[in-house]
């Protein structure tokens, strides 16, 4: 609007990166850890995840989301599915070049869920690029 100040700072986008080891316990246990704490309203303007060590399980299934909607950023998928050089946003994780996930509203924590079995071994990068949307938005 005319005459308002604009906080350029808010359009500056952010980014939020964090790196599991699944180890069948402290990660990879069957239940939900948090992967990013968020406050506040985010705009999820792109989501990687990237496997650089196969994911080993028996069974084993991953989602990502929330914790009222746990796969509401990626659905259900088989842990040993997701292998070295994959990108994960589906589930069917794919090798190489995918198209980004994009332009997600976050209002609650970001949850990995674990489920049937235990995820005993793999690694998988997390990177976030977000922009705060409430006065309070952050993700960490």
């Given at each position: 609007m005319p005459g308002q100040p604009v906080n350029l700072l808010k359009r500056i986008v952010r980014n939020f990166i964090k790196t599991v080891t699944f180890d069948g316990t402290t990660?990879?246990?069957?239940g939900t850890d948090?992967?990013?704490t968020v406050t506040g309203r985010v705009l999820l303007t792109h989501m990687s995840v990237y496997c650089t060590t196969s994911l080993t399980s028996s069974g084993g299934t991953l989602e990502l989301g929330s914790p009222d909607n746990t796969p509401?950023?990626?659905a259900l998928t088989t842990a040993s599915d997701i292998d070295s050089a994959d990108f994960w946003r589906d589930a069917?994780?794919?090798?190489?070049?995918v198209g980004a996930t994009t332009d997600m509203l976050i209002a609650a924590n970001i949850t990995l869920t674990t489920a049937t079995a235990i995820v005993s071994a793999g690694v998988l990068e997390?990177?976030?690029?977000?922009?705060p949307i409430s006065s309070d938005?952050?993700?960490?």
């Open positions: 990660w990879g246990d069957v948090t992967i990013a509401s950023l990626i069917t994780p794919e090798v190489d070049v997390f990177v976030f690029l977000w922009l938005g952050n993700l960490a």
